[in-house]
């Protein structure tokens, strides 16, 4: 208790003209009061600005002022669970005076960037006894100021210390990049990480919308052309026709207009990337003749197709792109570099001239004085590798511009042999080679000094770390992506600002602000009064569709079945009972009491469906979650017993168990094999959230009785 409080002052206090926060902010305070959110009324939106947008950030669609402010004033309405907030025009004649908080621009030139240049991502933060006030160089740096404010609120009860803050971005590019190829994410998913990514500042989600699992180069012809490769866009342009085979696991237009609007929503632009001339297989799948004979993932650029067909794929999908940049890939090509670079620099003026983008690439091809023809200046590279360049001396010596991506960040979930499975976070905080301090996006080379340019060096644009999907569909569930991250999105934002938290300082913080994250539930969780969150039981004779929560949380849930005489909802294989939960993530214990009589199909009987996961009997009881079948070995249900199903959600498997009258099964993990075509088999458990829609209905395969249903908040 003492040791709380005292942490807690901790957190208040400023040391050294900085405020804590992720990521800090550089601040100095004016006496040692602050302002309490509770007296916020309204939020009053400069008129002369209410429009203006940011034209020099990396989106081409940038909210307006009073477009940030609206989310804003949502936040805020969540975080302080405030009835009432009023967001207010200062151009409206009724609009008060003195407002609580005001959001305006400046025009001051001195928000600087590592490399001191100017940036529009800057704000200034006054808090006095008369309110807040926040004047960003744009309205998205009006937006990183409004996250200033609510981690204040957050972390010290609803009040924002009195003084100033001023604050800019060290670096412009700062983010994630998510494999998409090989391994599907439902467009509501990418949505979430983008509140959590924009709630530490990072303001780039790049989405590598296609690839394929490893074309060994021991596979048949045939085995290559049906190897896992997927082209995530989903259109019915003819021009492209037969290019993706998979819509049920695309984004359509319209959904990846979705994403990338609700992402601009929160500040962060998402950067998409269609890979080629290497990782490429969808593309062979679709058109053979382009493969490389010597390794079919590989595009044969000479082939006069080749190039003409990249063109008409970029052609169809630019349009829906609104990005200034876009990345083409060109990762890990290992036949001709000549052809290579005539192929990034043909594809690099062609996506100019159609869209007046710019394009990046993956460090693949250093220049080298032996070379015929080198990739232009105009394209950014993507370093990933030192085995593949050395950023500094290859690249940025010869004017190059390069965003870091160097595999000391890298993740790659669920298995690898060289890669961890969650973001290596301290690094962020050891990473400098220099001195084992700070690491930032100039560090390319966290082991030797001699390979990182300055810090204020101007081709150094910033850093996105990458989370890739080597094992392909089965490998994970959607919410394994976020779990990799959790610790390593904030961790890694406070380097990719240019802020100063120390390892010691970000644990306590990450633990606070954490549970308070806006725009998201990527854990699923859910409110409750105590460890119980829900229960049902049917002992009540009742003619009510409602079912009553017993726990206290309100849950009540509905039926469409009838009660029987023994108290029971009688599950007639059509009518169901409806649970307004959806899904509930680690951990949580769910046990559902049932009686199955009856099943059609053994292998495919559906007991309960939700969000994130239905639970299946396959015959062995399963979940299914992202189009695959995560299944235990040997736990199984006895039809015309009686039993309760228990499912742990743990923190780190998901397991079940059954119980009848007189006995009970061992505890068994619900498990993955992982491998591509048989090979590195391994065996991996899975963490899968509960499902809580429905249990029983249509599509259900199964008549019987439920008996009860209870929901806990552990494991
Ligand atoms: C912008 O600069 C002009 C001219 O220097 C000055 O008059 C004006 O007050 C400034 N506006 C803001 C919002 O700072
Ligand atoms: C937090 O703020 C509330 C209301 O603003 C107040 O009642 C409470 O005492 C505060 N708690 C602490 C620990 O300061
Ligand atoms: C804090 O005060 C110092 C000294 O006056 C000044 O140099 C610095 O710019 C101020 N920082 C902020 C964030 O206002
Ligand atoms: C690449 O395409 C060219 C032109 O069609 C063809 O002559 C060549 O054999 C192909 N190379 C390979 C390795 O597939
Ligand atoms: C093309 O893009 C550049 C760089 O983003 C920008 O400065 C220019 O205004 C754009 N031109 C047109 C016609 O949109
Ligand atoms: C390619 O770049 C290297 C390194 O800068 C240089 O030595 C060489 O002359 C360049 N080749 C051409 C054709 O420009
Ligand atoms: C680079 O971009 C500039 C400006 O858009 C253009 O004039 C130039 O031709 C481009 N260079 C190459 C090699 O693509
Ligand atoms: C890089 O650009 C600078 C400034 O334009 C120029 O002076 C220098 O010669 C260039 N260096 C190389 C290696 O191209
Ligand atoms: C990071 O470092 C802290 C402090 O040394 C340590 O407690 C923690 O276990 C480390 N975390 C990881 C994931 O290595
Ligand atoms: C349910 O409805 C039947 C028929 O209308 C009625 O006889 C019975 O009393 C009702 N039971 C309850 C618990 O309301
Ligand atoms: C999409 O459909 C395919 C074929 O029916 C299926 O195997 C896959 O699991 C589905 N994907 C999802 C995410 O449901
Ligand atoms: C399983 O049953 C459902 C509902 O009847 C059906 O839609 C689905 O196609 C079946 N799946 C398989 C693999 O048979």
């Keep these: 208790m003492i040791f709380r409080s005292l942490w807690f002052l901790a957190v208040v206090e400023q040391a050294g003209g900085r405020l804590l926060g992720i990521p800090t902010v550089p601040f100095n305070t004016s006496g040692s009061g602050s302002y309490s959110l509770s007296g916020v009324v309204n939020i009053l939106i400069d008129g002369k600005y209410a429009a203006a947008i940011d034209t020099r950030g990396q989106t081409l669609i940038p909210p307006t002022l009073s477009d940030f402010a609206k989310t804003f004033s949502e936040d805020l309405t969540a975080i302080t669970q405030k009835s009432e907030l009023f967001l207010v025009n200062s151009n409206d004649p009724s609009a008060p005076a003195g407002s609580s908080i005001t959001l305006t621009l400046g025009n001051a030139t001195d928000y600087l960037d590592a490399a001191g240049r100017e940036t529009s991502e800057g704000y200034t933060l006054d808090v006095s006894s008369s309110g807040i006030k926040i004047t960003g160089a744009s309205p998205l740096g009006v937006w990183w100021g409004t996250r200033t404010v609510l981690q204040q609120a957050i972390l010290n009860n609803g009040s924002v210390p009195y003084g100033t803050a001023k604050d800019s971005p060290g670096w412009a590019t700062r983010g994630m990049m998510l494999d998409v190829g090989r391994h599907y994410y439902p467009p509501d998913f990418l949505i979430e990480m983008c509140a959590y990514m924009s709630f530490f500042k990072q303001n780039t989600f790049h989405i590598h919308l296609s690839d394929n699992l490893w074309n060994n180069p021991r596979y048949s012809r045939q085995q290559s052309l049906s190897l896992y490769a997927r082209f995530r866009l989903w259109t019915d342009a003819t021009d492209v026709a037969g290019l993706n085979k998979y819509k049920n696991e695309s984004f359509t237009r319209e959904e990846f207009e979705t994403i990338q609007t609700s992402c601009a929503a929160r500040g962060i632009t998402i950067l998409p990337e269609i890979e080629a001339p290497g990782h490429a297989l969808t593309i062979v799948q679709w058109k053979p003749e382009l493969g490389l004979s010597t390794d079919l993932s590989l595009l044969n650029i000479s082939h006069p197709q080749t190039i003409p067909t990249m063109k008409t794929i970029w052609k169809t999908f630019l349009p829906w792109f609104h990005s200034k940049v876009v990345h083409i890939g060109a990762d890990e090509y290992t036949a001709s570099v000549s052809d ?29 004085p032996s070379y015929t023809n080198n990739i232009s200046k105009n394209v950014t590279i993507q370093h990933w590798a030192f085995f593949e360049d050395n950023p500094y001396n290859d690249y940025i010596k010869n004017n190059y511009s390069v965003l870091n991506s160097d595999d000391t960040f890298y993740v790659v979930s669920k298995w690898s042999g060289s890669y961890p499975q969650s973001l290596p976070y301290n690094k962020t905080f050891t990473g400098n080679p220099a001195n084992n301090g700070l690491w930032y996006p100039h560090i390319f080379d966290a082991n030797n000094a001699e390979n990182n340019p300055p810090r204020n060096n101007p081709l150094a644009l910033g850093s996105i770390a990458p989370l890739w999907n080597d094992y392909g569909p089965n490998s994970s569930v959607y919410s394994d992506a976020y779990y990799s991250w959790k610790f390593g999105i904030p961790a890694i934002s406070d380097k990719q600002w240019g802020a100063d938290l120390g390892m010691n300082e970000f644990m306590p913080l990450f633990d606070r602000l954490h549970p308070k994250i806006p ?60 649970i307004p939960l959806g899904s509930k993530g680690k951990t949580y214990t769910m046990s559902l009491t049932l009686t199955i009589s009856n099943i059609s199909d053994p292998t495919n009987t559906t007991l309960m469906f939700g969000r994130d996961s239905n639970l299946l009997l396959t015959p062995t009881i399963t979940l299914l979650s992202g189009g695959n079948y995560f299944r235990t070995n040997q736990s199984k249900i006895t039809t015309g017993e009686k039993v309760q199903l228990l499912i742990y959600g743990g923190s780190d498997r998901t397991q079940v168990q059954t119980m009848w009258d007189g006995g009970q099964s061992g505890q068994e993990s619900l498990y993955t094999i992982l491998g591509i075509n048989g090979e590195s088999m391994r065996t991996a458990y899975i963490d899968i959230e509960a499902p809580l829609e429905r249990v029983g209905g249509l599509g259900s395969g199964w008549t019987g009785e439920v008996h009860g249903m209870d929901l806990l908040d552990h494991a």
């Design 340 to 368: 290579y670079n005539r192929f990034v620099n043909e594809m690099a003026s062609f996506i100019t001239s159609e869209s007046n983008k710019s394009t990046r690439i993956w460090g693949t091809f250093p220049p080298k």
């Design 519 to 578: 725009g998201q539930n990527l854990e699923r969780r859910v409110a409750t009064k105590g460890d119980l969150i829900l229960r049902y039981t049917f002992d009540q004779p009742s003619n009510s569709t409602a079912v009553k929560d017993l726990s206290g949380n309100g849950y009540d849930g509905k039926t469409t079945c009838a009660r029987t005489a023994s108290g029971s909802l009688f599950m007639d294989g059509k009518c169901a009972l409806f």
